[in-house]
T-cell receptor, first 113, second 114 residues
Framework: AQSVAQPEDQVNVAEGNPLTVKCTYS??????LFWYVQYPNRGLQFLLK????DNLVKGSYGFEAEFNKSQTSFHLKKPSALVSDSALYFC???????????WGAGTKLIIKP | DGGITQSPKYLFRKEGQNVTLSCEQN?????MYWYRQDPGQGLRLIYY???????QKGDIAEGYSVSREKKESFPLTVTSAQKNPTAFYLC?????????????FGPGTRLLVL
C-alpha cells in the first residue's frame, strides 16, 4: 500500500540557517511526489513536484527538494531560512496507476529570528 | 489560492442540520476534490469528480454528499449523518487526473458544531 511519512512533527531553525523538512514514502512503482505549504487558516499552496528526470527539483520561494530513490525520500530544503517560511508543510505521493494523492501528516516549521 | 473560491469562511451547524459548502473555480479545470483536514493529520479525501455529472467516493465519504452539475462548481453537503463534522474543509482542482497533475487549493471552510 502507498504511504507517506513525515517523521518530524515540528522543525525549529534559526533565521538564515539551512532548513530540511523530511519526507519518506512507500509505493509499488515509480512515485510522483509533491510538496505543499499551508499558512494558518489558509488553503494549501503548491511548492514543487517530482515526476521524472533530475533528482533535484526547484520550486517556489527558494525551496528545493531532492528525490532519492534508494532511500525512498523526498526531503524539502532551503539554503537560508526566513521567518516568513514558518508554516505547515505537507508531502504527498501518487503511485503509478493510482490517481489519488496520499498525504503525510504535516510538519510544522518554525523559523526563529 | 488562485482561482478557487470557497464560501463561507466559517460555518456553524446545529444538531441534525444539513449544511452546504460552496466551491467554485475559474481555472477551467476538469477535476475537483473535497478534502477534510483535522489537526495532526494529513488531508483525507471525501469525494472527487473527474468530469461534470460524475463523481466518486473517497476514503471518508460517509455522511457527505456532492453534486457536479457545472464544470466550475462542486458543492459539498455535510449531512446530519456525519456525527463528527468539526474540521477544516478544503476544495481543490486540477486540469485532469493524470498522475503528474498538480492540485490547486481554495482557502478552506471551517465547520463548527453549535
Amino acid at each position: 500500500a502507498q504511504s507517506v511519512a513525515q517523521p518530524e512533527d515540528q522543525v525549529n531553525v534559526a533565521e538564515g540557517n539551512p532548513l530540511t523538512v523530511k519526507c519518506t514514502y512507500s509505493v509499488s512503482g515509480n512515485p510522483y511526489l509533491f510538496w505543499y505549504v499551508q499558512y494558518p487558516n489558509r488553503g494549501l499552496q503548491f511548492l514543487l513536484k517530482y515526476i521524472t528526470g533530475d533528482n533535484l527539483v526547484k520550486g517556489s520561494y527558494g525551496f528545493e527538494a531532492e528525490f532519492n530513490k534508494s532511500q525512498t525520500s523526498f526531503h524539502l530544503k532551503k539554503p537560508s531560512a526566513l521567518v516568513s517560511d514558518s508554516a505547515l508543510y505537507f508531502c504527498a505521493v501518487r503511485d503509478v496507476g493510482n490517481y489519488q494523492l496520499i498525504w503525510g501528516a504535516g510538519t510544522k516549521l518554525i523559523i526563529k529570528p | 489560492d488562485g482561482g478557487i473560491t470557497q464560501s463561507p469562511k466559517y460555518l456553524f451547524r446545529k444538531e441534525g442540520q444539513n449544511v452546504t459548502l460552496s466551491c467554485e473555480q475559474n481555472l477551467n479545470h476538469d477535476a475537483m476534490y473535497w478534502y477534510r483536514q483535522d489537526p495532526g493529520q494529513g488531508l483525507r479525501l471525501i469525494y472527487y469528480s473527474q468530469i461534470v455529472n460524475d463523481f466518486q467516493k473517497g476514503d471518508i465519504a460517509e455522511g457527505y454528499s456532492v453534486s457536479r452539475e457545472k464544470k466550475e462548481s462542486f458543492p459539498l453537503t455535510v449531512t446530519s449523518a456525519q456525527k463528527n463534522p468539526t474540521a477544516f474543509y478544503l476544495c481543490a482542482s486540477s486540469i485532469g487526473q493524470g498522475q503528474g497533475e498538480t492540485q490547486y487549493f481554495g482557502p478552506g471552510t471551517r465547520l463548527l458544531v453549535l
